[in-house]
C-alpha cells in the first residue's frame, strides 16, 4: 500500500536540533534553532506569563472547544497590540486565532489559494525554507525577489525594489516586517516608505510575516510598514506569533489579520477564514490564547511583558556586539560590522556550508548550513568560544 512513497529528507533545521541533542560534548552550542534563551542558556517562562498562568488555572474553567475563528479576548488584545492608535474597525479588519505564525500561514495561503486559482508568491531571496513548504503545499508557485547582497552582506535595495515594480496587480509578495528570517537585513524606515509606496502604486497584496516583534527596535517600531499599509488603506494578510516574544513555543498561538479596505468585505473575509480553519484544524489550542489574553488585557501585567521583550531585545543585541568585537580581535583583517547591521534573534555570518560543517563537526558548534546563527543562543559563558571557532574555520 504505501511502497511508492518515498523516504523523507528531513527538516534541514529541526535534523539539526535533533543532531544536537545526540551530540555527547559537553561544550556543545546550539546556533541552529530559532529559540531565545537567556543569559544562563535557558528558555524562560516570563514573570508576566507565570502569573498569567496562576490566574488561568485558578478559574477552574472547562476545557470546551474554541470557536472555529478563536477566543474572543485574545483576538481583541492581538488587535490592540498589532494596530494600536490605527486599530480598524470590525467593518475592515478579519482576525483568527491560529496554530502559531505557521499556522498562520497556512490559512492565510489556503484561503487565498481557493478565491485566487493558480497563485503565484514571491518571496526574498532568501527567505525561511518553510515559507515555501507552506505556500507550494497550499498549491502556490513560489518565485523570488533580491533581497540579500552578500557582497555588502546588507539589503540588495534596488534590486528588490526594481523586480517588485515589474510585478503584475494582485501579485501576493511575502514580506518581514522586522528581523528578517534568515539574514537579520531589515530595510530602513525609509527605504519601508518607498516600498510600501510601490505595493500601493502596483496594486500588489503584501503578505506579511511578523514573527519577531520587538526584537528589533520596540514593539511598535517593528511593526509600522503594517501600520502604514493601514494607513495608505492597502489590503494585506498579516501573520503574527507569540512563540518568541511570550517564549510560548509549544502552545502554538499565533494569529492572522487580514485588512480590508472597502467597508463590509470583512464578515465575508472573517467566515471564508473560519471554513478554512474548520476544514484543517477545526479550532484552535486554548490555553495559549488565555495566557496572552490575560496579560496583554491586564495594564500592569502588560507593562510588566513589554519590559521582559525589552530585555530580551537588549541581551540578543549584546551579543551580536560581543561577538563582533571579538570576531575582529581575532580576525583583525575581516570586517564584522555588518552583523552590529543586523536585527532580531539571526544572524547572517557568512559562513559558507563548508564552514558551517567544520564548526560543527570539529567544535561543536551548530549553525544552519547557510551560514545563518541564532544570535539568541549566545551568552557570556559560550560567546567568546563561538568567536574563537568562527575565527578558526575563517582562517581555513
Not at 327 to 348: E, I
Request: glycine share 8%; hydrophobic share 40%; proline share 6%.
Amino acid at each position: 500500500m504505501f511502497s511508492h512513497l518515498p523516504p523523507y529528507a528531513g527538516d534541514p533545521i529541526l535534523s539539526l536540533m535533533e543532531q544536537f541533542q545526540r551530540d555527547e560534548r559537553s561544550n556543545k552550542v546550539n546556533l541552529s534553532i530559532g529559540i531565545y534563551t537567556d543569559g544562563r542558556g535557558v528558555v524562560p517562562v516570563l514573570p508576566s506569563v507565570r502569573t498569567a498562568s496562576a490566574a488561568v488555572a485558578e478559574t477552574g474553567a472547562p476545557y470546551v472547544y474554541l470557536p472555529m475563528e478563536g477566543h474572543a479576548a485574545y483576538r481583541q488584545a492581538v488587535a490592540k497590540l498589532l494596530f494600536g492608535a490605527d486599530l480598524p474597525s470590525a467593518e475592515h479588519l478579519a482576525i483568527v486565532q491560529t496554530l502559531g505564525g505557521s499556522g498562520a500561514l497556512k490559512v492565510g495561503a489556503d484561503l487565498i489559494a481557493r478565491f485566487f486559482p493558480q497563485p503565484t508568491i514571491w518571496l526574498p531571496d532568501p527567505t525561511w525554507d518553510n515559507h515555501v513548504g507552506i505556500f507550494e503545499g497550499a498549491g502556490f508557485k513560489t518565485e523570488r525577489y533580491p533581497y540579500y547582497d552578500a557582497q555588502t552582506k546588507g539589503l540588495n535595495f534596488n534590486g528588490m525594489l526594481d523586480k517588485l515594480q515589474s510585478l503584475p496587480k494582485g501579485a501576493v509578495v511575502l514580506l518581514h516586517p522586522c528581523c528578517h528570517n534568515p539574514t537579520g537585513v531589515d530595510p530602513t524606515r525609509a527605504q519601508w516608505e518607498q516600498i510600501i509606496a510601490v505595493v500601493e502604486q502596483r496594486g500588489l497584496l503584501p503578505f506579511f510575516d511578523l514573527a519577531y516583534q520587538g526584537f528589533a527596535e520596540s514593539l511598535d517600531d517593528d511593526i509600522w510598514p503594517v501600520r502604514e499599509a493601514v494607513r495608505r488603506q492597502i489590503p494585506f494578510f498579516l501573520s503574527n506569533s507569540f512563540s518568541k516574544i511570550f517564549s510560548l513555543y509549544s502552545e502554538r498561538i499565533g494569529a492572522l489579520s487580514v485588512f480590508c479596505p472597502q467597508a463590509g468585505q470583512a464578515a465575508n473575509v472573517l467566515g471564508q477564514l473560519k471554513l478554512t480553519v474548520r476544514r484543517n484544524y477545526s479550532s484552535p489550542a486554548r490555553n495559549g490564547a488565555l495566557l496572552v489574553a490575560h496579560v496583554l488585557n491586564d495594564d500592569k501585567l502588560a507593562t510588566q511583558w513589554r519590559a521582559e521583550v525589552e530585555e530580551m531585545r537588549v541581551r540578543v543585541r549584546d551579543m551580536r556586539v560581543k561577538l563582533a568585537s571579538q570576531l575582529k580581535s581575532a580576525v583583525p583583517d575581516q570586517d564584522f560590522s555588518f552583523l552590529l547591521r543586523q536585527n532580531g534573534m539571526f544572524g547572517y555570518t557568512g559562513l559558507t556550508s563548508a564552514q558551517v560543517d567544520r564548526l560543527r563537526e570539529e567544535f561543536g558548534v551548530y549553525a544552519v548550513g547557510t551560514g545563518r546563527i541564532c544570535v539568541a543562543g549566545l551568552n557570556d559563558s559560550n560567546v567568546a568560544r563561538v568567536a574563537e571557532t568562527m575565527a578558526e574555520v575563517l582562517r581555513g
